[in-house]
C-alpha cells in the first residue's frame, strides 16, 4: 500500500487511490438501478483512470476520498453550499443530483448514500455542453409565437423530447396520426448525424411550403437538436430557374432542329438552281448569246454563297444536336494545303490581298477527318480575306513533337487585317455572334464560321486559339494531333 497524501483544507483526503479501495463498498450502492449499480462498481475499482470526478465522504462530513478528476473541484464541494443536500440524502437514504459550477464548466454530481454505511459517494460528469444547448433550447421555446421556425430536442429512436408550438403545427400538417416522434424516413439523416457528429440537412415538403431540416448532435448525448427554416422561396426560386433552363434547352433543340430540316429543305431547290443556271450558261456560250452571261455569272455566283451559308447552319445544327460525326483517313497535306491556296488566291486578290503559303517539308501525312480539316483553314483563311483589305495573309504549316511524345500538326493564319480589341475576343467563337454588329452590315456572313472552326477543332482533340491587336491584324493557331486517336473516329460530337 502506498502512502496516502492529505491536503490541510480537506481533513482526511487521500489523494491517492489504490486500487480495490473502493471495491467492497462499491456492492453496497444503494441504487435501484442493476445497470447504474454495476457501472459504480466497475467505476470504483480504477478510480485514478475514471476521466469523471469520483468523491467519498465520511460521516463527518469530511471528503476523505478523491480521484484525480475530481481534485479541481474539491475547493467547490468542500465550500458549504452543498451540505444541506448531502445532509439530505445521509437522512433519508435516497440518492440525489447536485450541480456545481467550476471554472465556467458544469458538473452534476450523483450523491449515492452506502446502506448500512455512513459514507456518501459523489460520481460526477461535465455536462457543460448539454447545459449549453439546453439553455439555447429554452430560449428558442420561450418565445414560440414570435419563433416561426420548427425547434425540436430528439432522442436516438426518434422520439420528440421538447418541441416548440411551430413543430407541432409542422407535423399535424404531415400526418393527421400526429404522435411526438419523428416521421421514420427522418431517422436516417439523424442517426448518420449522430454517429458521425457533424450536422445532417433534410428537406421536406409540407403543403404548398418548404422546410430545411438541420440536425445537429449533441456530443456525449443521446439526442440532437433540430431546427427548421422555410425555404419555399428559395426552392420556388430554383425550380422557376431549372423549368427556365429546360424551357430554354427545350426552344433550342427546336430550333436547330427547325434549322437542320430547313437546311435540307433550301438545299434541294439550290442546288436545282445552280444546275440548270450551269447548263443556261453552255448554252449561252456555245449559242454565242454572251449579253446573257454575265447575269447567269451573278445568279451562280449569288447561288454558290447561298450554298455556303446554308451549309454553315446544317452543320451547325447537327453539331448541336451531336449528328455530326468524325471519319478519319490518312491523306498528305501537302496537296490538300495547295488546293485550299488554289481556290483561296482569287478571292484574296479580289480585295487587294496576297496569299503566302508556307509548308514545312516534314509536315507529311495526317490521320483525321480530311474534310473538316479542309474546312477549319478554310473558315479561317475565308475570316482573314473577308477583314483584310490591301494586305497580306499567310498560311504556315509546321510538324512539332508535343510534350506528350505524339506528333502535332500547328497551322497558322495571319493577316494584316482590321484587327480585334479585348471585348470582340471574348465572343469571337460564339456562335452567330461577329466582332462588331457592324460588321455584319459591312462584310456580310451569320457568324458561325469560327463557331464551326473551333467545335471541330475539339472533335478532332486539337486546340485552336487567337491573338489581335486591332488595326494591326489577327493571328489565328490551331494544333492538331497528326495521328487521331482510335476513340475518336466516328465518334458523335
Keep these: 500500500m502506498g502512502t496516502a497524501l492529505h491536503d490541510a483544507r480537506f481533513p482526511g483526503l487521500a489523494l491517492e487511490s489504490r486500487p480495490g479501495l473502493l471495491q467492497d463498498e462499491a456492492e453496497t450502492f444503494r441504487v435501484t438501478d442493476d445497470a447504474q449499480q454495476a457501472q459504480l462498481h466497475t467505476l470504483a475499482r480504477f478510480p485514478r483512470e475514471n ?19 475530481g481534485v479541481p473541484l474539491l ?45 456518501l459517494y459523489l460520481y460526477g460528469k461535465d455536462v457543460t455542453g448539454q447545459r449549453d444547448a439546453e439553455k439555447k433550447t429554452r430560449a428558442w421555446a420561450k418565445f414560440p409565437l414570435e419563433n416561426p421556425s420548427p425547434v425540436m430536442r430528439v432522442g436516438r429512436s426518434g422520439v420528440i423530447e421538447f418541441a416548440n408550438e411551430a ?12 404522435e411526438l416522434r419523428v416521421p421514420t424516413d427522418w431517422l436516417p439523416v439523424l442517426h448518420a448525424a449522430q454517429e458521425s457528429g457533424k450536422p445532417g440537412e433534410i428537406e421536406v415538403r409540407v403543403d404548398d411550403r418548404w422546410f430545411r431540416l438541420t440536425m445537429t448532435p449533441l456530443r456525449d448525448a443521446d439526442y440532437a437538436y433540430i ?20 424551357a430554354a434547352e427545350t426552344a433550342n433543340w427546336t430550333k436547330t432542329t427547325f434549322l437542320a430540316n430547313m437546311s435540307h429543305e433550301l438545299r434541294t431547290p439550290l442546288n436545282s438552281i445552280l444546275g440548270y443556271c450551269q447548263l443556261l450558261h453552255e448554252e449561252a456560250d456555245e449559242a ?43 491523306f498528305d497535306l501537302a496537296p490538300v494545303l ?3 491556296n488554289a481556290t483561296s488566291a482569287p478571292r484574296a486578290a479580289d480585295n487587294g490581298n496576297e496569299l503566302e503559303l508556307h509548308v514545312d517539308s516534314d509536315v507529311g501525312r495526317m490521320h483525321a477527318d480530311r474534310a473538316k480539316f479542309r474546312r477549319i483553314l478554310s473558315n479561317l483563311v475565308d475570316n482573314a480575306i473577308k477583314f483584310t483589305t490591301d494586305g497580306k495573309i499567310r498560311l504556315t504549316a509546321a510538324r512539332e513533337r508535343g510534350d506528350d511524345g505524339r506528333d ?13 480589341n479585348e471585348a470582340q475576343l471574348e465572343s469571337l467563337f460564339e456562335a452567330f455572334t461577329q466582332a462588331d454588329g457592324s460588321a455584319t452590315r459591312e462584310f456580310g456572313g451569320v457568324g458561325l464560321g469560327l463557331a464551326i472552326a473551333r467545335s471541330f477543332c475539339e472533335m478532332m482533340k486539337g486546340t485552336i486559339n487567337v491573338e489581335s491587336k486591332e488595326h494591326e491584324g489577327t493571328t489565328f493557331t490551331v494544333s492538331l494531333p497528326a495521328g487521331l486517336e482510335k476513340e475518336t473516329e466516328n465518334r458523335k460530337a
Design 338 to 340: 495547295d488546293a485550299l
Design 408 to 420: 502535332w500538326l500547328r497551322f497558322e493564319v495571319r493577316d494584316t487585317g482590321i484587327g480585334m
Design 51 to 69: 476521466p469523471n470526478p469520483v468523491f467519498r465522504i465520511s460521516k463527518t462530513g469530511t471528503i476523505d476520498y478523491a480521484n484525480d478528476a
Design 167 to 178: 413543430t407541432h403545427d409542422l407535423l399535424r400538417r404531415m400526418s393527421e396520426r400526429y
Design 75 to 119: 475547493e467547490t464541494i468542500a465550500s458549504g453550499d452543498y451540505r444541506d443536500a448531502l445532509a439530505r440524502v445521509r437522512q433519508t437514504g435516497e440518492a440525489e443530483q447536485i450541480e456545481i459550477l467550476v471554472d465556467g464548466r458544469v458538473f452534476v454530481l450523483d450523491v449515492t448514500p452506502v446502506a448500512d454505511a455512513e459514507y
Design 227 to 246: 431546427y427548421g427554416t422555410d425555404v419555399t422561396e428559395r426552392t420556388r426560386a430554383e425550380q422557376d430557374v431549372i423549368a427556365a433552363r429546360d
Design 288 to 330: 454565242g448569246d454572251e449579253a446573257y452571261l454575265p447575269d447567269l455569272d451573278k445568279i451562280q455566283s449569288a447561288s454558290q454563297h447561298l450554298l455556303g451559308l446554308i451549309s454553315q447552319v446544317l452543320d451547325m445544327s447537327n453539331i448541336e444536336t451531336g449528328k455530326m460525326k468524325v471519319e478519319s483517313e490518312t
